[in-house]
């Protein structure tokens, strides 16, 4: 059996029959589902030491894609004017539960050493997320039924496609050519995007253009942390020893010095690129509705960012690796880790 079927099974197998209290309708049901995702989270997070995919990171995707539907309920009937136009409530709960819980269930490939990046298969997290989110889902229609036998589900056959496209569109690929991520999804010639997955998704990689670089920043190292736990140790003895490379092995300390490196000039081709890739991942929205987004969301999405990210990054090649740690903040971190 594949890694992913294993996982999909043990996922369709967990309980949940106990924990799941019975809604009285869709809002309640929808706090219901938060909830649930939320505890899954707080235990992946310490099961799995995550830095980055915990509940901060929901909370903050939960808030940019409200912005996103705020900036854009006014121009609703315009957005869907070749279409039928869905609920814009419904829709509103469903962006939430799809934003709290979108990095609900993390696998990592088993690593080959303690010494190796952890890395994930591309899609298997998102699809471990879907199961288990939808098992929710059909848990609490199921209870509902049985409480309420002449009511229709609260969840329809529909919701469940939006929900799966939106965690979906959330798969990422890497672009050597840019040395960005990109959402495959949003770049499907063809393929009318879901409002929902296309919320989901401007909101999952939305730190810089929303928040700026100081979040944009502070993601990256975060993220870095959660795939490189092997480099923990060494940053909490740098910091408790002031640096005090007699008590440390020097090559640990140079390797880790090159990894910061490559990870400072790699933050600035990673910001290029998502400020190269805003009009393609907005194609296919009203012009109206483009423009709104750029002006009032994704508001540092621009060349000043640009440079000021270039002005501040350490990128010289004699950079130390004390300045390069103050930079990235990780003494901060060290005192914090898992």
């Known amino acids: 059996m594949t890694q992913v079927n294993q996982s999909s099974r043990t996922l369709e197998t967990i309980g949940t029959e106990n924990s799941i209290q ?5 809002a309640e049901a929808v706090l ?7 505890k899954e989270i707080h235990k992946q997070t310490k099961k799995q030491k995550l830095y980055y995919h915990n509940y901060a990171h929901a909370s903050a995707v939960q808030e940019r894609a409200t912005k996103i539907y705020q900036e854009i309920l006014p121009f609703w009937d315009l957005i869907f004017q070749n279409t039928s136009s869905p609920d814009p409530i419904r829709t509103k709960h469903i962006i939430d539960i799809c934003a709290i819980s979108h990095d609900m269930v993390q696998i990592f490939v088993p690593a080959s050493s303690f010494q190796a990046s952890r890395k994930r298969e591309t899609g298997v997290s998102e699809n471990a997320t879907i199961i288990k989110l939808i098992n929710y889902i059909q848990e609490i229609n199921n209870k509902y039924s049985r409480k309420y036998p002449n009511r229709t589900p609260l969840f329809t056959n529909s919701d469940l496609q939006v929900i799966r496209k939106a ?4 798969v990422c690929m890497f672009d050597v050519s840019d040395s960005s991520a990109y959402q495959p999804e949003l770049y499907n010639p063809g393929n009318e995007v879901d409002i929902v997955a296309r919320v989901i998704a401007l909101s999952d990689l939305g730190g810089l253009g929303i928040e700026g670089i100081k979040q944009y920043f502070a993601e990256g190292i975060l993220l870095f942390l959660e795939d490189n736990p092997d480099a923990i140790p060494l940053i909490q003895n740098l ?3 002031n640096y005090n490379y007699h008590s440390l092995l020097k090559e640990s300390s140079e390797n880790l010095r090159q990894i910061l490196l490559r990870r400072a000039k790699f933050q600035i081709d990673f910001a290029k690129g998502r400020v190269a890739r ?9 012009p109206e509705v483009i423009s709104v987004l750029k002006s009032n969301v994704f508001i540092y999405l621009n060349e000043q960012t640009i440079e000021e990210i270039e002005s ?8 130390r690796l004390e300045e390069l740690m103050k930079f990235f903040d990780l003494e901060k971190y060290a005192a914090t880790l898992l």
């Open 278 to 286: 805003l009009d393609k991942e907005l194609q296919g929205l009203p």
């Open 239 to 241: 910091s408790a020893n």
């Open 167 to 170: 965690i979906n569109a959330t």
């Open 32 to 38: 219901e589902i938060k909830s649930l995702a939320v």
């Open 312 to 319: 501040i990054t350490p990128t010289d090649v004699a950079t």
């Open 22 to 26: 019975v809604p009285n309708s869709f």
